[in-house]
């Protein structure tokens, strides 16, 4: 009898393999929080120690204390709140063109119709590219001589990446093609957790379609629709690979790229940590922001 | 108001026959409940009513106007879920102002509406309460008082109070009731509970296999059941159903059941074999089966089998034959297992079927 209890109890049973729930659940949870660690805490750390130095990775000098120099420096620097106007319209339109966009196709595919999940899929794909990958590329359709963009609308040489007014808005329209789909997948998420009563009681309550939309559709989809506008916002934010492939202009250097400069090429090592922790604090501002909103929307 | 009509509607879903050339008229301030057990097609017929539901044949007429093919929305008519729909994000209030604004009416007229309504069926103190924060009895008094708002010409109620406790559905009941006396709009009602459907019901339209099985006041179901079905479905406890052959021995006619004979007026001998019936079913319901201590004229003994307290009365299970017959009796009436008493069958309240197409004969006694 004693051994038949033994086996059904299951903190016994895990025993006489030698592990106890406890040192089962710290085998899975102990290198996790190693890595994060070593790998994200710890430099985290270490670079806010440097934001406060005129340290240089690339000098043998030590480095020495200079306070806030380095962040006030920055702030006042006007070419720096050039770089952050530049990313506010970058992350303006490729956001709101990603949600436009995404939110339509989600609209457009919540209904069956014939081939509905390959359709979906085909959809999915720029979204799973490399960012590099898809720079180059889109690179290669703008071209001005030879690039299908121009050839499709009939553009003549219409230059996408090199027109400094021009530049900044490819890029984003580069960044909405290959993130719509992310967008359209929470959204067609949340389109189809609306449960389907909802829809024929407005219709006996007599609503149109519009007021259905705006009445029922849109607050029910809000929080996760809301979710899909906090990743790609803090994504657009810290932009720099698609931006760094397609073009060099000045009008399209986000500040992802004027960090990238300052850091490794011109070896301003205290300052770009500086820079790396106005960009965090910003971006934390802003999700605060969405953040709040969320939890209202998810109240109701 | 509005008087609702169905003709020869049929409905399938794929190969399923789920209605079944149900032909149906409710007049206008009638209170109908379709009643049949579950998977009847009672909810897809309801549904098929209000336009959440195509139907494949058949006409539905609105005051005598051809609304099959209209969209939910222009039939002008309330449905009631059973799971309230509520719109979730909304405040009571909002919930219950949503059909008028959804057809712009001015606001002013709105608050004037929604506050008579909320005051007929007593949530003025939830308005501004999300449906969320309510508990099920009071939603479903929103989701009431959301049909009722906009003053539909007929209200449409899909088993509206059958996710309530016990208790609280005997009070929807009454409420129900009284609405339906106040606002007198067409209501039809499904639901698969006899109790609800007898107490509500202004006709009951009993449905099984799609098919409409009878259609009559509470007490012609009750008391006329058209089939064995309907015999069997109405009526708790369930009525007593055997196989019957009747004999004429010796200038008295009887009747044999589970083998048993009891005693039957002569009466019956002529009225049965006019009908030329092959196999017949005897129906009684449990207080047509009248047990005694003492020997009575036409009484046979008879054993107890089982007996079931139900406070009121009980239901005492005789031995008859092979098999056992429900009574109903007095509580306390029977002492225990296999007491010996007298029975005999009441036979003003028996019914008499076909057994093999299960109809009625339609053969009522005294």
């Not at chain 1, 703008?142 to 490819?170: Q, R, V």
């Not at chain 2, 708790?236 to 039957?264: C, T």
């Not at chain 2, 406070?311 to 098999?323: A, H, K, T, Y």
Request: some cysteine.
């Amino acid at each position: 009898m004693a051994e038949v209890m033994n086996r059904l109890d299951p903190k016994s049973r895990a025993a006489a393999r030698g592990f106890s729930d406890l040192a089962i659940r710290n085998l899975f949870v102990v290198p996790t929080v190693a890595f994060l660690i070593v790998f994200n805490i710890f430099p985290l750390i270490y670079s806010l120690g440097y934001s406060f130095t005129d340290f240089r990775a690339s000098s043998k000098e030590a480095a020495n204390f200079v306070g806030l120099q380095n962040y006030r420096d920055l702030l006042a620097d006007p070419f720096i709140w050039t770089n952050f106007t530049i990313t506010a319209k970058y992350v303006i339109v490729s956001v709101t063109g990603q949600v436009l966009v995404g939110f339509g196709l989600a609209l457009l595919l919540n209904r069956s119709f014939p081939f509905k999940g390959l359709v979906t899929t085909l959809l999915l794909l720029p979204m799973m590219l490399s960012m590099a990958v898809v720079g180059l590329f889109w690179k290669l359709l703008y071209d001005p001589n030879f690039g299908i963009i121009n050839y499709a609308l009939g553009l003549g040489n219409f230059e996408w990446l090199s027109d400094p007014g021009i530049a900044l808005y490819a890029v984003a329209l580069t960044d909405i093609w290959m993130w719509s789909p992310f967008v359209m997948l929470l959204s067609l998420a949340g389109l189809s957790a609306v449960p389907k009563h909802l829809y024929e009681a407005a219709s006996i309550d007599r609503a149109g379609r519009f007021y259905v939309f705006f009445r029922i559709t849109l607050p029910l989809v809000a929080p996760i629709l809301l979710i899909a506008i906090i990743f790609r916002t803090m994504e657009a934010f810290k932009t720099f690979d698609l931006a760094f492939v397609m073009t060099s202009q000045p009008t399209t250097e986000l500040i992802s790229i004027r960090l990238y400069k300052m850091a490794f090429q011109e070896w301003q090592t205290g300052k770009s940590c500086a820079l790396a922790y106005i960009v965090l604090i910003m971006v934390l501002t802003i999700t605060n922001i969405y953040v709040k909103y969320l939890n209202k929307a998810k109240q109701r | 108001m509005a008087e609702i009509r169905l003709e020869n509607v049929q409905k399938y879903f794929g190969a399923v026959h789920v209605i079944r050339e149900v032909s149906l008229t409710v007049k206008d301030r009638e209170f109908c409940v379709l009643l049949g057990p579950s998977g009847c097609g009672k909810t897809t017929t309801l549904r098929a009513i209000a336009g959440l539901e195509e139907v494949s044949e058949g006409r539905i007429l609105i005051n005598g106007k051809p609304v099959q093919n209209l969209h939910a929305s222009d039939r002008d008519i309330a449905f009631v879920f059973q799971l309230y729909a509520l719109y979730p994000h909304l405040t009571v209030f909002e919930n219950l102002a949503f059909p008028l604004r959804a057809t712009r009416i001015p606001d002013a007229e709105v608050r004037k509406s929604v506050t008579s309504v909320a005051e007929s069926i007593g949530i003025t103190h939830l308005l501004k309460l999300r449906p969320g924060a309510l508990s099920g009895g009071d939603m479903q008094r929103v989701a009431i008082g959301r049909a009722l708002v906009r003053r539909p010409k007929a209200l449409l109620m899909d088993e509206p109070i059958g996710a309530l406790d016990a208790k609280l559905r005997e009070q929807m009941r009454t409420e129900l009731k009284r609405l339906h006396l106040e606002n007198g709009s067409t209501s039809i009602y499904v639901t698969h509970d006899q109790v609800e459907a007898m107490s509500l019901a202004d006709t009951v339209v009993v449905m099984h296999d799609g098919v409409l099985q009878q259609v009559g006041s509470p007490s012609d179901v009750y008391l006329r059941p058209a089939n064995l079905f309907v015999a069997q479905f109405i009526g708790s406890p369930v009525m007593n159903i055997a196989d019957a052959q009747l004999r004429d021995e010796a200038g008295k006619a009887s009747v044999l059941v589970h083998g048993a004979a009891f005693e039957v007026p002569r009466e019956v001998l002529a009225a049965v074999s006019s009908r030329q019936v092959k196999d017949m079913a005897l129906g009684i319901r449990p207080e047509g089966v009248l047990i005694s201590h003492e020997e009575t004229a036409g009484a046979r003994s008879v054993s107890v089998h089982l007996i079931q307290p139900y406070g009121p009365f009980d239901i005492v299970d005789l031995n008859v034959g092979s098999q056992t017959l429900r009574a109903r009796t007095p509580s306390g009436f029977a002492s225990g297992k296999g007491q010996q008493v007298w029975a005999r069958l009441d036979t003003t309240q028996a019914h008499f079927f076909d057994k093999s197409s299960g109809v009625s004969l339609g053969l009522r006694l005294g």
